[in-house]
């Protein structure tokens, strides 16, 4: 499994870029940062995307890509995929012919874009890949994913999340005999900022380390999300800190594979 990252930052500033993650070449995880990034060709092979929470900076580049595969007439359908009430606000507050076209109903008679709602918990097979959402604690609805390929690898990417993921019981029940190969898990603010990362709904470092605590089986590569890039050293230290081998700050423009 190959995951480009192509944002995996808090907050937008010069290169630094809102999260968006594509995963071989036709998968994205988030979309907050793609058509500026991403040519045309690599954008016409994009089939889904799994949006974890309806924030704009996750949702953000969903209109141009929309209006990029239809100026380019891509024969085939991109379908957002996410819980029921993160693409019920995805319609309701940006694709709703006000804010933007609903490329779900454009054209009439080949919508450019298609909805498909899952349950938490429950198991999919979409893409080629083993699709379970689990349960996140954010600010709004949101659920993060456990993804498989056919070689079974295994990611799981939280989305923005503080304390108190329901994620963590699926994952430690499809981990029984081996760990999860790849774990995305934001780190928004440095430790001195827990009151703030609480409330937003958001973790430092000491609270993912209690995060952690509750995987039966330390994923083997914990690769960090979602810092905002004015605290992105202090963050990087306090990691260190932690003492786990496995935890990396991911870097925009990087492939990793797992």
């Known amino acids: 499994m190959k995951i480009k990252v192509l944002g995996c930052s808090g907050s937008e500033m010069p290169n630094s870029h809102p999260p968006a993650f594509l995963v071989d070449n036709s998968m994205l995880l988030d979309a907050g940062t793609v058509t500026s990034l991403l040519t045309e060709n690599a954008q016409s092979k994009i089939t ?4 974890t929470h309806a924030h704009l900076d996750h ?7 929309a209006d990029n595969m239809l100026v380019n007439n891509i024969k085939h359908k991109i379908e957002i995929i996410g819980v029921k009430n993160v693409l019920k606000a995805l319609k309701a507050n940006l694709l709703n012919n006000s804010i933007w076209p609903d490329f779900t109903n454009i054209p009439s008679h080949k919508p450019v874009l298609g909805l498909r709602s899952i349950e938490v918990g429950k198991r999919y097979s979409i893409n080629g890949y083993g699709i379970i959402a689990g349960k996140v604690n954010h600010s709004v609805p949101a659920a993060g994913y456990i993804i498989t390929d ?5 990611l799981v990417y939280t989305g923005d999340t ?8 699926r994952v430690n029940a ?3 005999t081996t760990a999860v190969n790849a774990l995305i898990i934001e780190v928004t603010f440095p430790n001195k900022m827990k009151d703030l990362a609480i ?5 430092t470092p000491a609270l993912l380390l209690g995060e952690l605590k509750k995987l039966k089986k330390l994923p083997e590569k914990i690769l960090i999300t979602h810092p905002k890039p004015q605290f992105s050293k202090i963050i990087a230290k306090e990691l260190h800190r932690l003492g786990i081998k496995q935890i990396e700050m991911l870097k925009e423009g990087k492939t990793y594979v797992i």
């Open 48 to 51: 889904h995307i799994f949006i």
């Open 199 to 203: 409330i937003t709904g958001h973790l």
């Open 174 to 176: 499809e981990t029984k």
């Open 59 to 65: 949702i953000k580049s969903i209109p141009s890509l």
């Open 150 to 154: 056919s070689k079974g690898r295994r």
């Open 162 to 169: 503080g304390p108190g993921a329901g994620l963590w019981t």
